[in-house]
């Protein structure tokens, strides 16, 4: 099984909303497709992927570094000797080849994005689903009937920032959500405070409400909101300081008992690692958000999973950021805790498949081979143009 | 002052060269130019920068989010106000708007040389050399007069592993280096030290030599080599292991009493925070090398520089990796421990300027204004050609 040709191209992620962190109105993604020298059912096997949001697209790394090296491999070098089917595990160091140790960004999203169109074309020319097709390989069969799912949302919206958000969490509610992600940490603490309450009153209650902060707080605002926060008996707070500072997330999880989650700005094993060693997060209660795709996709992800066993937590803890149908194979086929998910079904990179439905906090996975995109028309609509 | 036009390049970095890591035969690197309205001597202000070596170009990060942030900047966010003249310490914040914490790679190569082409035009537009206007800004007038510097080289040379270092070696202490290192840990252990102990042998002594293993050792092999080493009382032991796995680090500091170097592949200053926290450094000996243009550039590297400080380190221990002119500039200028040279004239990223000497293993910065690229004619043939 051979690559024919690999088209990426730049979509704009614009949104009118923002976190305490960023405004997204210039966020862009990539979106990538490989075409195969395999038929099934007559029609070539077509590997399709989209960015995780919030990062921008990674055309120019695409173009300049990673697309080059997987055109220029071999299909001994990147294909199963036994089956002659595209295998991603063997790909992935030849996108990594003559790449130094540490900097795990962009390029980390940029090998992360190439890797799952490998991913969905592997799945299609299996003829599996791509969750049934982790779960057959590094999961020992087993896969996930439903996931279990939570609406992320909740950004600031300046003319109305505590109306319109309960209404959002009551129409996710309706839809069978049963839990939101609110933003915090972008107001004034009196504001955030009326939204936190308005968003539980909406939710039916505070543990259908987790809030993330978006990596703003310090040393001083931390543990401040963290006070604030334990009024509430949340969710998760999730992300309170930069991703990095291990010793305050350490500091934060030593005054506030409930949940915390973190990790969706860490984009390595190695990062992965010291969070674990470092950050003084609980295996009990916390979550792990590492992203899929922005972490150099599964060959990677499958290490911190490793990383993250190794460390004692188990593998329900993880729960990636992204939001996108990629990640949510991932975390049926692996068997882990749960999914993100942004419930406009408008978006290209968020949204749930058309006709899913959500029941009881819960979805089940689809049986279209590959991620499952073809049951996306929104994300079709860009995939499809790829291939001329 | 305003920015009327950003120019940007890829140039190959080709080498027949390898160390224990990658090979560098498709290696890039970014040339940019940033043209301003400020006239001196009747010819325009231009700023030219050069990436270091070792992380690809980064053209499409540049044009796709950087250079079009930086050309959407009115002149009062860059400019200072009292004297007009561009100032990269407002240009910075721009560069940033709508990044996300974490994932410090490539984009933060991408900012580095844009910021650094923005220092060269704010040198010259002051008529002083850029070390000069760091020292007055940053060190309280305080700069060197001359700057230690050592010669960085002894990659593996398959024809040749042994007899063309001791040539190599040679030739650098005759033109006035005190110091060469070369790279380890690419090959067997009985290879590695022929090599090692023959430049011993050509330099006059193991102070004389220090070595990189290109972080490629791991739990096992990091402390064998570390117990090696030993036997030759070196000038120091290079990145033993990968930057991240702050552990290991701190295991091999537990076991290797000469010095250490590291950090040349962590580019900000969270992740410079992290190896001083978690890595076993010792003060009193040990190298700390991040890179200035991979770490976003002077504003980010005046946080790392602040960070060792308050960690109580002196900041003479800095030796920023890179050997380029820009870096040069900010060892002489912020009164930093030494400066990387990769001796070959001939190099565009690396090399003296041309009619440099090196005296006893030091050398004193030049005073053209600027970085001084006018005075390296290679550079200058990439860099000139920007402008059309």
Redo the contacts between chains.
Sequence with gaps: MRILEIGET?IPVAATMSNA????????ASAVAVRTDRRVGGAPVIGYALDSV????????????FIPRLEAAREAEIADPETGLLDPMRAWPVLMR???????????AAVGVLDAALWDAAAKAAGVPLWRLLADRFNGGSADETVEIYASGGHYRPDDPVGALAGEVQDCMARGFRTLKMKIAGAPPEIDRARIEAAIDAAGGGGRIAVDA??VLDRESGPRMAAMLADYDLAWFEEPC??????LTREIAAVYSGPLATGE????A??A??LL??GGLRKDRDLLQFDVS?SYGIPEYLRIVKAVEEAGWPRRRLVPHAGHLFAFNVVAGLGLGGHEIAPDANLVLGGLPDGWTVDGGRVAPGELPGVGFEGKANAMAVLGALMG
């Excluded at 003559?98 to 900097?103: L, S, T």
């Design positions: 730049t962190a960023i405004g997204f109105d210039e966020m862009t919030g990062r921008y697209a990674h055309g120019g790394l695409l173009r300049e570094r003559n790449e130094k140790p540490g900097g795990h960004g962009e390029r980390s978006n990596a930069d991703p990095l500072d291990f010793d700005n860490l984009f390595s190695a990062d690692r010291n060693r470092y922005l």
